[in-house]
C-alpha cells in the first residue's frame, strides 16, 4: 500500500529550524559515541561502494547492509539504513570528480530519521538512539522555533556537536502561501562583485538601509582582502600555533557573507511585499564559465555567492507570498532603459552610464536594475500568457479538443 503524504508535506515550503540540546554529562558521552559509530559507519560503506563501483541506494543496500553490521559493533539496522543513504547522497552529485572513496569525518553531523528519534512536546524532550540505548534529552530555542516544531510537520533531524554544543537541526514543512499578482510591477536586483546588490529603487545593498557593523560594499572587500591575507599568511608559516589559529578563523568568512545574503534578500523582499511588486533577478546560472577574468580578479569572481543570494532571495519571496522571477542577464548594463538602445559605448566607465542616443546617464548597477525590472514584467506577462486561441491548451485539457466528426453532410 502506498503511503500517503499529507498536503502541507506535498505543496509546503520546507524548511530548518535550529534546536539546542541539554544532555547530561552521561548522556553526551553516549551521543557522541552515536556519532563517532554512525560516521565509522558511513565510511565502511563508503569505501565498498568505491570499491565495487556501486552508487544507487537500493544496489548500495544489498551489497553493503550485513557488511557494515558485521565491521562496526553496536550499529542498529536503522542506524545502518542512514548511513547507507549518507553515502548514496554524497556520491549522487559528485561521483564523477571523484578520485578516492569519500571519508566522513568523525565527529560529522549525523542524520536521524522518525525510527531513530521520538519527541515528547510536552515536556519539550527528544528521545534519541545511540549505541548503548535510547537518551531522553530536553531541548530549547527561539519561541518561534519551539511553535513551529510543535505545531508543523516534522521530517529528517541533523545531530551536530559544535564545538561541545549539541545542536538538532530539524527540518520542517510549512504551508505555501498563494502568490499575489505583481500589481505594481517588479523589483529589479541586479548582482555585482564591485556592489553586491543594487536595486530599481537606487538601493546599494549593503548599506545604511541595513543594520550591523558592515558599512558598505568596500567595507565588505576590505574584511575580505584581510582575512585572505592573514590566512595566506598562517598558511606559509604551518606552525602548531598556527593551525590552531587557522582552525579558529575556520568559516568566519563564510558565516558573514551567508549572514550578509540574509540580510539583503530579507531586506529586498521587504521592500517587494510593503509596495505589491514581485521580484526580478538575473539568471546567473553558469557564469563563471562564460566571463574571462584576469588572474588577479579571479579568486574574487570565484567567491561571489550570486547563488546564495539567489536562493536565499527565493525561498524568502515563496514563504512571503511574493511573485518571483529570473531574467535573461544579457546586455542589461548596456541598454538604455528610457529609449532601448543598447550599445557598449553606453558604458564610457565601469560604474558609469551615459545613452549616446538620448542622453540618459547615471550609475550603471542601477540602470541595470532598472532593466531587470522591466524584463520582470515582461517574463511575468510571457509566463501568465493565456492560449493563443483563447481556449484552454489541448495537451492539458482534453474538453479543449474539437468534437470528432461524425461524418454526414
Known amino acids: 500500500m502506498a503511503i500517503s503524504r499529507s498536503a502541507t508535506k506535498r505543496h509546503g515550503l520546507p524548511t530548518v529550524v535550529q534546536l539546542r540540546l541539554t544532555p547530561a554529562p552521561g548522556q553526551a558521552e553516549a551521543l557522541a559515541a552515536a556519532v563517532l559509530l554512525c560516521n565509522q559507519a558511513a565510511t565502511v ?9 556501486v552508487f544507487a541506494v537500493v544496489e548500495l543496500h544489498r551489497l553493503a547492509y550485513y557488511d557494515v553490521r558485521a565491521q562496526v559493533a553496536g550499529l542498529g539496522a536503522q542506524a545502518a539504513v542512514r548511513a547507507i543513504a549518507r553515502v548514496a547522497g554524497a556520491y549522487a552529485n559528485r561521483r564523477a570528480t571523484k578520485k578516492r572513496a569519500h571519508i566522513f569525518r568523525a565527529h560529522g553531523a549525523v542524520p536521524y530519521d522518525a525510527r531513530l528519534l521520538s519527541w515528547n512536546r510536552d515536556a519539550r524532550t527528544v528521545s534519541l538512539w545511540t549505541p548503548s540505548g535510547r537518551v531522553t534529552v530536553p531541548y530549547t530555542g527561539r519561541p518561534e522555533d519551539l511553535k513551529a516544531v510543535d505545531g508543523l510537520p516534522v521530517g529528517e533531524a541533523d545531530l ?11 527540518s520542517l514543512t510549512l504551508p505555501q502561501p498563494a502568490a499575489c499578482e505583481p500589481v505594481q510591477g517588479f523589483v529589479g ?26 558599512g558598505g560594499n568596500g567595507h565588505v572587500r576590505t574584511l575580505r582582502e584581510r582575512r585572505h591575507r592573514q590566512r595566506r599568511r598562517l598558511q606559509k608559516k604551518g606552525t602548531s600555533a598556527a593551525r590552531r589559529v587557522l582552525r579558529r578563523l575556520s568559516g568566519r568568512e563564510h558565516r558573514m557573507m551567508t549572514d550578509l545574503n540574509h540580510q539583503i ?11 505589491g511588486r514581485g521580484v526580478a533577478l538575473e539568471d546567473l546560472q553558469g557564469i563563471r564559465g562564460r566571463v574571462r577574468a584576469h588572474r588577479l580578479q579571479r579568486r574574487t569572481l570565484h567567491n561571489w555567492a550570486f547563488a546564495q543570494q539567489i536562493t536565499f532571495t527565493r525561498y524568502k519571496a515563496t514563504r512571503a507570498g511574493v511573485t518571483f522571477v529570473l531574467v535573461d542577464p544579457a546586455y542589461t548594463s548596456q541598454t538604455c532603459p528610457d529609449c532601448g538602445n543598447i550599445s557598449r559605448a553606453n558604458r564610457p566607465a565601469r560604474g558609469r552610464f551615459a545613452c549616446t542616443r538620448c542622453g540618459l546617464a547615471g550609475h550603471a548597477d542601477h540602470i541595470a ?3 531587470i525590472a522591466t524584463r520582470g514584467v515582461t517574463g511575468w506577462a510571457a509566463i501568465n500568457q493565456p492560449h493563443a486561441t483563447g481556449l484552454p491548451s489541448p495537451r492539458r485539457d482534453r474538453e479543449s479538443k474539437p468534437p470528432t466528426s461524425t461524418g454526414g453532410s
Open 45 to 53: 560503506v563508503s569505501r565498498l561502494a568505491w570499491q565495487h563501483r
Open 265 to 275: 534578500s530579507k531586506y529586498v523582499v521587504r521592500e517587494a511585499e510593503r509596495t
Open 369 to 371: 536594475a532598472r532593466n
Open 189 to 214: 536586483v541586479d548582482q555585482g562583485v564591485a556592489n553586491l546588490v543594487v536595486t530599481s529603487d537606487g538601493a546599494v545593498l549593503p548599506g545604511p538601509a541595513l543594520p550591523g557593523p558592515i
Open 160 to 170: 551536530i556537536c559544535r564545538r561541545g554544543v549539541w545542536l538538532l537541526q530539524v
